[in-house]
């Protein structure tokens, strides 16, 4: 069974850095575009970037300058780079991406499990 895995996340002081990676497990062919989503407390789930399979990124406008997303298609792993983190972005990560698990048949959905990423001091 296919699932998108998430590593990374924790706990940082504003000002630092982090990296979470995305990538999925069991059988599959292909990723294609994968999205990264954030949800805080009490709030909706919100799109934070994403990349296509050609690697064209988009951005919230609120971390375009702070976040790089990226893909190594070689490890079949997409990255959330976050930088000069804020205690607003305090929230649960997550990643969604489209895989290919069967030669010929349409790309699936799928979401990772989530990792929390807290900033504090």
């Known amino acids: 069974q296919v699932q998108l895995v998430q590593s990374g996340g924790g706990l940082v002081q504003p000002g630092e850095s982090l990296t979470l990676s995305c990538a999925p497990s069991?059988?599959?062919?292909?990723?294609?575009?994968v999205g990264w989503y954030r949800q805080a407390p009490g709030q909706q789930r919100e799109s934070v970037g994403n990349?296509?399979?050609?690697?064209?990124?988009t951005y919230k406008d609120s971390v375009k300058e702070r976040f790089i997303v990226s893909r190594d298609d070689a490890k079949h792993t997409a990255y959330l780079q976050m930088n000069n983190l804020q205690p607003d972005d305090t929230a649960v990560y997550y990643c969604?991406?489209?895989?290919?698990?069967?030669?010929?048949?349409?790309?699936?959905?799928?979401w990772g499990q989530g990792t929390q990423v807290t900033v504090s001091s």
């Open positions: 969604a991406g489209d895989i290919q698990t069967i030669w010929g048949a349409v790309p699936e959905g799928y």
């Open positions: 069991g059988r599959f062919i292909k990723l294609y575009g």
């Open positions: 990349i296509t399979s050609y690697g064209k990124t």
